[in-house]
C-alpha cells in the first residue's frame, strides 16, 4: 500500500473535509483508510479509495473495524452512503464487502484505474466494481448483509486468485476473460447482481 496516496494528499484532504484514518493494535501502526468526498447519483458519499491492512494482522478484525469507523465518521457529516471499488475475481473481498458489511454492487467498470504499477496490481487488468454502502443514524450500527441463497444465474470466482496469479498467470488472465464476459452480459440492463451465494459466485437475477 506504501506510496499509493502521497502523505500530502491525504493532509490536504483532511484539512479540506475528506477522511483519513490510521488502525493500531498497542504501539504498531497495522492500517489505514482514505477517502474523499463525492456525488454519485445525486447522493453525498464518501468514496473510500483506499483501505488496507498489513499481512500480519489481516485476521484481527482491523479491516472491519476500519469500515465501521468510516461509517460512523459518514453518518456524523449527513451523507447517504459510501463506495469504493474492489476486484470481483478477489473471493474473500467479495465476501467481506458484500455478506460481512451488506455493500451492493452497482456498477462494473473494465480497467478501470488503467495500469497501476503497485505491488497489489503490476501487470493485472484493473477491472473494477463499485458497491454502495447507506449510511445511516450515527448512533447505530450498520446492518450486516448476507449469503444469498437463490439466483437465476450466477458468475464465478476462484477460490485464491492472488494465488493462481503467482502460480499460473495464464489461468488468472483465463479466470479475468471468462469474468468478464460474465459482466458484460450482468450489466447489459437486463440483469442485477444480488450478491454472494455460499460457493462465492456472484448471485443474478432479471431486473
Same mark, same amino acid.
Given at each position: ?6 502523505? +500530502? ?9 475528506? &477522511? ?30 483506499? !483501505?488496507?491492512?498489513?499481512? @500480519?494482522? $489481516? $485476521? ?15 453518518? +456524523? ?7 469504493? !471499488? ?5 473471493? =474473500? *473481498? ?13 456498477? &462494473?467498470?473494465?480497467?478501470? &484505474?488503467?495500469?497501476? *504499477? /503497485?505491488?497489489? *496490481? ?18 447505530? !450500527? ?7 441463497? +437463490? ?8 477460490? /485464491?486468485? #492472488?494465488?493462481?496469479?503467482?502460480? /499460473?498467470?495464464?489461468?488468472?488472465? #483465463? ?6 464476459? /460474465?459482466? =458484460? ?12 451465494? @455460499?460457493?462465492?459466485? &456472484? ?5
Amino acid at each position: 500500500m506504501s506510496g499509493m496516496v502521497p502523505n +500530502e494528499v491525504i493532509i490536504a484532504t483532511v484539512h479540506a473535509g475528506g &477522511y483519513a484514518s490510521l488502525a493500531w493494535h498497542g504501539q504498531d501502526l497495522v492500517g489505514a483508510s482514505w477517502g474523499f468526498l463525492g456525488d454519485a447519483h445525486g447522493e453525498r458519499t464518501l468514496h473510500s479509495h483506499v !483501505t488496507g491492512v498489513v499481512s @500480519s494482522h $489481516s $485476521s484481527l478484525g482491523i479491516g472491519a473495524a476500519l469500515k465501521l469507523h468510516q461509517w460512523k465518521w459518514a453518518a +456524523e457529516q449527513g451523507l447517504d452512503a459510501i463506495t469504493w !471499488t474492489f476486484d470481483p475475481l478477489v473471493r =474473500r *473481498n467479495a465476501h467481506f464487502n458484500l455478506v460481512k458489511l451488506g455493500s451492493v454492487i452497482t456498477e &462494473y467498470h473494465e480497467d478501470f &484505474y488503467g495500469a497501476i *504499477n /503497485d505491488g497489489l *496490481n503490476r501487470g493485472e487488468h484493473t477491472d473494477r466494481v463499485i458497491v454502495r454502502w447507506p449510511v445511516g443514524n450515527a448512533d447505530e !450500527t450498520p446492518p450486516a448483509g448476507s449469503v444469498v441463497a +437463490e439466483a437465476e444465474w450466477s458468475i464465478p470466482t476462484p477460490p /485464491d486468485i #492472488e494465488a493462481v496469479r503467482r502460480t /499460473d498467470r495464464a489461468a488468472a488472465q #483465463e479466470w479475468r476473460d471468462r469474468q468478464r464476459a /460474465d459482466f =458484460r452480459r450482468a450489466f447489459d440492463g437486463r440483469w442485477k447482481i444480488t450478491g454472494l451465494m @455460499s460457493d462465492g459466485s &456472484y448471485a443474478v437475477v432479471a431486473t
